[in-house]
């Protein structure tokens, strides 16, 4: 998938420090659906933005539209969590939908974090943590995931830096361990958890996530 085509839209609100809020979306697939529904019911909606998003997931959960498929529904599980994920609310959002199938995803997954970090203004140290992170966790949803498509997340409250990939498999991510002296792979996590501040994993409806957040340098 060519991030090119990646749409940034502005949310109809505002962050804690009265900075506008923008999402990025995969121009016209299911993303992008999922954000035309949240801002049709934003307008007058109550409370906080956090709130708002939560009330539209679980909208899709007890009335789904005959459109969303099993992926799709991985994706609102994806967005969901990272809505939910930080305790301040987001300032910045991206999500893209890549190939479960495709070696390459795990390249177009980095570069699009690091295009959009590098937007947001994340500092280069931590954009590229943030590059490093997004290629162990694609790959290792690329070998256990087993389905067609994967969605990675990146969300920036005003403190913290989140990345998140979802694909449709239904394990859990081993535990990280050292690898023996000949050993060619078998780091990525251990990579993880030295670049994370913390780091875990969520078992979704119909897929997994593994997520790693960072604190932000000002």
């Known amino acids: 998938m060519n991030v090119d085509h990646t749409s940034l839209r502005r949310l109809p609100w505002t962050g804690e420090d009265g900075r506008p809020c923008y999402l990025s979306t995969d121009g016209t697939g299911p993303v992008s659906r999922l954000v035309n529904r949240l801002e049709a019911m934003a307008p007058g909606a109550a409370g906080g933005p956090l709130g708002?998003?939560?009330d539209v997931f679980a909208d899709f959960g007890r009335d789904p539209e005959p459109e969303l498929g099993s992926p799709e529904s991985q994706l609102t599980?994806?967005?969901w969590g990272a809505l939910t994920q930080s305790p301040t609310?987001?300032?910045a959002l991206g999500l893209q939908s890549l190939?479960?199938?495709d070696l390459s995803s795990a390249c177009a997954a980095r570069h699009y974090v690091r295009t959009m970090a590098c937007w947001w203004g994340v500092v280069p140290e931590q954009t590229e943590a943030l590059e490093l992170i997004t290629g162990e966790l694609v790959g290792n949803?690329?070998?256990y995931g087993n389905g067609r498509l994967i969605a990675v997340v990146l969300s920036c409250?005003?403190?913290t830096a989140c990345v998140g990939v979802t694909d449709e498999g239904k394990g859990c991510v081993p535990v990280p361990a050292s690898p023996g002296?000949?050993?060619e792979g078998g780091r990525g996590l251990l990579i993880v958890e030295a670049l994370a501040d913390r780091w875990g994993q969520r078992a979704l409806d119909g897929g997994f996530?593994?997520?790693a957040e960072m604190a932000l340098k000002c």
Request: glycine share 8%; net charge neutral.
């Open 157 to 159: 409250t005003a403190r």
């Open 52 to 54: 708002q998003a939560q």
């Open 77 to 79: 599980d994806a967005l």
């Open 181 to 183: 002296p000949e050993q």
């Open 141 to 143: 949803a690329l070998k």
């Open 89 to 91: 609310p987001l300032q």
């Open 99 to 101: 190939p479960g199938g």
């Open 209 to 211: 996530t593994v997520w």
